[in-house]
């Protein structure tokens, strides 16, 4: 099955002001124009409001527990706007970072890879009431987890998703960790292709 990215994101966890976030500090932090802020959105069911940017293309969620910048852009780097704002807030307490990766099938058609994940997902894809049939797995490598999980939804078709997870670090760490986000989403790719059997493709014309 030959995939193609559909949507990423990077992920901080830990605990955050969010009341800095203001479009001036966004603009001088990360070197976006105050005017790009194209929309806010506030939840009033908790602390919290997400942003949108029209350049890069991203989502910008702020809560006190956590910032999650995601694109369905191929070409926006997440993380490299996120470790700006860590960078720029160095007394942060973090718990964890995840690099996030979403692929798609280019063909819905293709049959899965793996065969047990396939035989799985095919028997719980015919049982009574079911919409989401699931497998996962999480492949340590040194201090990083790959946490792998394909979806098979009765609404979205085939999701194969990879989280690059990373916790116990101090704050220049998880500064690394969200600028190491291009090379996780290729290190991602590797791991599908080389221990899952998938084809990662960045061909738009295919």
Known sequence: MRLRLSESACVAKGTFNIYIFQPQWVNEIIGVEADRLIRMEADFSRPGFQFRLDDPKSVWSIR????????????????????????????????????????KPVDEESDLPCETSKNWLEYAAKLQDISVASVSASIRRGSTIFNTAIHVSTDDGVTVQVNVHRDGLSIEEYQTAAKKFDSDLTAAAELLENEMGFEVTNDDSV
Do not use: E, W
């Open 64 to 103: 006190p527990d956590g910032i999650v910048v995601s694109s369905k852009s191929r070409g926006v780097s997440c993380g490299h706007y996120l470790a700006k704002v860590l960078t720029a807030l160095p007394v942060t307490p973090m718990q964890a970072l995840g690099n996030n990766f979403a692929f």
